[in-house]
């Protein structure tokens, strides 16, 4: 008898280095873990006390509408246009169960099985996956690391092909850190529209930016306006990765077709956290300011500890995102998985290794400034002590 297996799609497919790595950092006694890019700050207790309120009222038991409460993508639009520059209506925002399923709703609705999809390297690991899952091919363009990764358009338009059906992207990046600035995302919109692409664009990290860098977001670009999917969360904004609660934007035509995406996915996303994150939305917006101090402080603590350490990693300064991803430049020999293994069980700091990234993330590590500043000391006095510095 055949030997029944799943699908070559799945088993082709890693499972995620970065919950691999913490998987194995738990079962180290004593790790100090620079691996997760989640918030180490608890959501505000504004938003907690609304979704409880929210279930106390009974107004949780029940799906919402699939594209979510009107309410909420009330509170989106007017967001949009606020921090954005987007000008859409509620039927043009549709809430999703974290970023990462709207991601998943837009990539699925755009693509065919063995369409292209671009990606600059590094980038956002699980980007890569949904691509795969969605019998789409990821195609990777490298970006120019001694220029902070800036995108590199003539490898861009280099890799663009007949089969090529969208860009997708981060901005701020995760784990580079890097800022698109307005002028590169233009040029995106023309390239996108010189070759009839769609772009999906992951703005997690948008109001995590430093030292100047704007976060511009490509969709309020009136010409691409029919060909961008936007897609943004709560979770780091609001310290809320546990609720699962994001939105996607596009005009109403791809709106209709992702609603067929998502709805078989998810219903709707959770409803308590639908209350939850409109609370976010409507309430002291000072949590935010906080969290933007907090992480531009470990970011530049983070940057002064590696100046220490400059025989082993040189690095781009991130200008957003709380994510750096510094280049192995000790002679060990060894490729980035080896390295990072390495220094969870000999120096006990664990870090995420950088091939998952992109063919261009091998020989770096990401390391994540979302931790406490003890956190932080900690590991870089394990590093210290382990390099002899
Ligand atoms: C760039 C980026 N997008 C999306 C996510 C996940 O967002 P969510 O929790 O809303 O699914 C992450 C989490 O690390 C991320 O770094």
Not at 150 to 175: H, M, Q, Y
Not at 179 to 205: G, H, M, Q, S, W
Not at 244 to 253: C, D, F, Q
């Amino acid at each position: 008898m055949e030997v029944l297996a799943v699908s070559r799609k799945v088993r082709e497919v890693q499972a995620s280095a970065i919950h691999k790595m913490s998987a194995l950092a738990a079962q180290i006694p004593d790790a100090v873990a620079l691996s997760w890019a989640r918030p180490d700050s608890p959501t505000p207790d504004h938003i907690n006390q609304a979704a409880i309120e929210a279930i106390k009222k009974g107004l949780t038991s029940k799906y919402s509408p699939p594209p979510g409460l009107l309410e909420l993508r009330k509170a989106i639009v007017e967001k949009l246009a606020r921090d954005n520059n987007i000008h859409v209506t509620p039927e043009e925002v549709l809430v999703t169960t974290g970023s990462i399923e709207g991601l998943f709703a837009a990539i699925l609705a755009v693509v065919d099985p063995g369409d292209e999809v671009l990606m600059p390297s590094p980038n956002y690991s699980t980007h890569e996956l949904i691509v795969r899952m969605s019998s789409a091919v990821p195609v990777y363009f490298p970006t120019i690391e001694e220029e902070g990764f800036r995108l590199d358009f003539g490898a861009l338009e280099r890799s663009i092909t007949k089969k090529t059906k969208a860009i997708l992207f981060c901005n701020p990046v995760n784990p580079t850190g890097a800022v698109f600035p307005e002028e590169d995302l233009r040029k995106i919109a023309e390239i996108a529209r010189e070759n009839n692409l769609f772009i999906v664009v992951d703005e997690a990290y948008e109001y995590f930016t430093f030292d100047g860098a704007k976060h511009f977001c490509i969709g309020s670009i009136p010409e691409v306006k029919d060909r961008v999917i936007e897609n943004f969360t709560f979770t780091k904004t609001y310290a809320m990765t546990g609720w699962r609660i994001g939105y996607n934007v596009a005009s109403l035509e791809i709106m209709e077709h992702m609603m067929k995406t998502h709805t078989p996915m998810t219903i709707c996303a959770p409803v308590v956290s639908q209350y939850a994150a409109l609370a976010a939305l409507k309430g002291p917006q000072d949590c935010v300011k906080e969290f933007h101090r907090h992480y531009l402080e470990n970011r530049n603590l983070m940057c002064e500890r590696l100046d220490k350490l400059g025989d082993v990693f040189s690095y781009q300064k991130p200008m957003g995102s709380y994510n750096m991803f510094p280049k192995i430049i000790a002679k060990g020999g060894e490729n980035s998985v080896e390295f990072c293994m390495k220094l969870l069980k000999e120096a006990k700091v664990a870090t995420t290794p950088g091939a998952p990234f992109g063919p261009t993330g091998e020989g770096h590590l990401r390391m994540s400034f979302c931790a406490s500043k003890e956190t932080i000391i900690e590991a870089f006095d394990r590093l210290d002590r382990y390099f002899g510095v």
